[in-house]
Nanobody, 127 residues
Framework: QLQLVESGGGLVQSGGSLRLSCRAS????????IGWFRQAPGKEREGVSC????????RYADSVKGRFTISRDNAKNTVYLEMNSLKPDDTAIYYC????????????????????WGQGTQVTVSS
C-alpha cells in the first residue's frame, strides 16, 4: 500500500541529461525527507542526494555536486532528480527512499530512518 515508484531512467550519451522522478503511493511525502541512492554493478549502494520534508535542507555527494539538482513538489507527491553532464561513472540503478524526519535528510542508505524504498530505475551513460 505504501510505496515509492521511480521513473525516468534510460540510456543516454555522455554529457547528456536525464530527469528522474520519485512518486509516493498510499501516503503523502509532506512529512518525509527523501534520499536518492544508486548502486553500480559490483559496488556498494551510495547516497547521491537528499532533501528534507520542507525542501530547506539539501545535500549532494561530492561526485555529483554541480551536476545534479534535487527538488520536490509536495502537491504532486513527487521528488525529482535532474541529472546533467552525465558521465559513464553515473551508470547505476537509482533508488529513492523516504524517511519520516522533519528538518534533516540522510545520505546513508543504511539508515534505519528510511522506511520506504522504490524498486529502482536504471540509468546507463554511454561513452
Amino acid at each position: 500500500q505504501l510505496q515509492l515508484v521511480e521513473s525516468g531512467g534510460g540510456l543516454v550519451q555522455s554529457g547528456g541529461s536525464l530527469r528522474l522522478s520519485c512518486r509516493a503511493s498510499g501516503f503523502t511525502l509532506d512529512y518525509y525527507a527523501i534520499g536518492w541512492f544508486r548502486q553500480a554493478p559490483g559496488k556498494e549502494r551510495e547516497g547521491v542526494s537528499c532533501i528534507s520534508s520542507s525542501g530547506g535542507t539539501i545535500r549532494y555527494a561530492d561526485s555529483v555536486k554541480g551536476r545534479f539538482t534535487i527538488s520536490r513538489d509536495n502537491a504532486k507527491n513527487t521528488v525529482y532528480l535532474e541529472m546533467n553532464s552525465l558521465k559513464p561513472d553515473d551508470t547505476a540503478i537509482y533508488y529513492c527512499a523516504a524517511a519520516p524526519i522533519e528538518t534533516l535528510c540522510l545520505m546513508s542508505p543504511n539508515s534505519r530512518r528510511y522506511e520506504y524504498w522504490g524498486q529502482g530505475t536504471q540509468v546507463t551513460v554511454s561513452s
